[in-house]
């Protein structure tokens, strides 16, 4: 299995979240999209610009019957998006231009 990063962007409510972003925010969350694509599993882990952190204040996301931990990265200084890994994609779950909404429990739209 690659350990390539894939992305999965396919929630509704996230759709609406991209197509309210500011153009700043916009640019800053493609240009992070950009960088992902470009790293493994292991170099996003180690990268200090993204800060791929675990939300411990909020609960497991269960799909089916796998829980998946809920992650925090960073898009810019100021913005946050919630994601879960899920094998190799990374799904991105919600943005949040307030980076510290990001961590409020159970904050997933």
Same mark, same amino acid.
């Given at each position: 299995?690659? !350990?390539?990063?894939?992305?999965? =962007?396919?929630?509704?409510? #996230? *759709?609406?979240?991209?197509?309210? #972003?500011?153009?700043?925010?916009?640019?800053?969350?493609?240009?992070? =999209?950009?960088?992902? #694509?470009? %790293?493994?599993?292991? $170099?996003?882990?180690?990268?200090?610009? #993204?800060?791929?952190?675990?939300?411990?204040?909020?609960?497991?996301?269960? %799909?089916? +019957?796998?829980?998946?931990?809920?992650?925090?990265?960073? %898009?810019? $200084?100021?913005?946050?998006? *919630? *994601?879960?890994?899920?094998? +190799? !994609?990374?799904?991105?779950?919600? %943005?949040?231009? !307030?980076?510290?909404?990001?961590?409020?429990?159970?904050?997933?739209?």
């Amino acid at each position: 299995m690659s !350990d390539k990063i894939s992305v999965n =962007l396919s929630s509704p409510a #996230l *759709v609406s979240q991209i197509a309210a #972003l500011s153009k700043e925010n916009l640019i800053s969350f493609q240009k992070t =999209l950009r960088k992902i #694509l470009s %790293l493994s599993w292991n $170099q996003l882990y180690q990268d200090n610009g #993204l800060k791929w952190e675990e939300i411990t204040s909020m609960p497991d996301i269960i %799909l089916g +019957n796998k829980k998946y931990r809920p992650y925090s990265i960073r %898009l810019n $200084q100021k913005f946050r998006a *919630v *994601v879960m890994r899920k094998e +190799n !994609d990374m799904v991105f779950i919600s %943005l949040h231009p !307030d980076h510290d909404s990001a961590y409020r429990t159970g904050n997933y739209s």
